[in-house]
Nanobody, 123 residues
């Protein structure tokens, strides 16, 4: 059973930065495809970024150039560095994983989810 635990959310003003962390249980982080999603009030869960062994990293257009997804295998941790935050980035952020070398941007492709961490950006 894979467990994901996010942390790092909080409240910041527009233009600020946050770094989210997602600790993956066990030592499987090098063998899973991982992604970040977010859920804003009144909206559907939205893909934000993914990291896989086949195509590397990719980002939603809305965060391209502002967010970076990366991982540290020695710490079993996935990160999301978020810079130049905007009020529209306000959401609960979730990390997700699937035992595969490749994953898409669809929530249905992921088998494991964290509990979420709240990010609030004020104008």
């Amino acid at each position: 059973q894979v467990q994901l635990v996010e942390s790092g959310g909080g409240s910041v003003q527009a233009g600020g930065s946050l770094r989210l962390s997602c600790v993956v249980s066990g030592s499987i982080i090098s063998r899973v495809c991982m992604a970040w999603f977010r859920l804003a009030p009144g909206k559907e869960r939205e893909w934000v970024a993914r990291l896989n062994s086949v195509s590397g990293t990719s980002y939603a257009d809305s965060v391209q150039g502002r967010f970076i997804i990366f991982k540290d295998n020695t710490k079993n941790t996935l990160y999301l560095q978020m810079d130049n935050l905007k009020p529209e980035d306000t959401a609960v952020y979730y990390c997700a994983a699937v035992r595969a070398v490749y994953c898409s941007v669809h929530t249905t492709d992921f088998d494991y989810w964290g509990q979420g961490t709240q990010v609030t950006v004020s104008s």
